[in-house]
């Protein structure tokens, strides 16, 4: 990765920045009401964390949004990634494997265990990325839409 990028903590300044990610990733405008609110929602939950990279012009390029929560039939704190976005010209140089690496270094000195992402079966490279993270296929996801 580019020394030039610095991962921190996410801030509710950089909202704005994250909604184009999303839009990118989903390629489709979101509405910026409700994603400022959920937004303000993420950032204010105990057990919600929420990294971004971004280069030094402070332009953000990534995000990753990690929600915990205590399970019964884990016995424990289970983590589940719920966003982990990068913009299309800076995919492949190492942002999305040091948010992940930022997020365990967060989790190593809690009771954690374990971390979990769903994705899309649709999106095979972000699969691949992370099978090269250390993720194991272990469950399947059913949906119900409303």
Same mark, same amino acid.
Not at 9 to 23: P, W, Y
Not at 26 to 46: C, K, T, V
């Given at each position: 990765?580019?020394?030039?990028?610095?991962?921190?903590?996410?801030?509710?300044?950089?909202?704005?920045a994250v909604l184009?990610?999303?839009?990118?990733?989903?390629?489709?405008?979101?509405?910026?009401?409700?994603?400022?609110?959920?937004?303000?929602?993420?950032?204010?939950?105990? +057990?919600?964390?929420?990294? $971004?990279? @971004?280069?030094? !012009?402070?332009? =953000?390029?990534?995000?990753?949004?990690?929600? %915990?929560?205590?399970?019964? +039939?884990?016995?424990?704190? $289970?983590? @589940?990634?719920? !966003?982990?976005? =990068?913009?299309?010209?800076?995919?492949?140089? %190492?942002?999305?494997?040091?948010?992940?690496?930022?997020?365990?270094? @967060?989790?190593? !000195?809690?009771? =954690?265990?374990?971390?979990?992402?769903?994705?899309?079966?649709?999106?095979?490279?972000?699969?691949?990325?992370?099978?090269?993270?250390?993720?194991?296929?272990?469950?399947?996801?059913?949906?119900?839409?409303?």
């Amino acid at each position: 990765m580019d020394p030039n990028y610095t991962i921190r903590q996410a801030k509710l300044d950089d909202g704005k920045a994250v909604l184009e990610l999303v839009n990118e990733l989903e390629n489709r405008e979101s509405d910026p009401q409700i994603f400022s609110q959920i937004w303000a929602e993420y950032l204010g939950h105990m +057990h919600t964390h929420v990294w $971004v990279a @971004e280069n030094m !012009e402070n332009q =953000v390029l990534g995000f990753l949004s990690v929600v %915990g929560q205590n399970l019964l +039939h884990h016995e424990g704190m $289970v983590y @589940e990634i719920q !966003e982990l976005m =990068v913009t299309a010209s800076c995919q492949g140089k %190492g942002l999305g494997r040091k948010l992940i690496e930022a997020l365990k270094n @967060e989790l190593k !000195e809690k009771d =954690v265990k374990s971390i979990e992402v769903t994705s899309n079966k649709r999106r095979k490279e972000a699969h691949a990325f992370y099978e090269a993270m250390g993720f194991t296929n272990s469950h399947e996801k059913f949906t119900i839409y409303f």
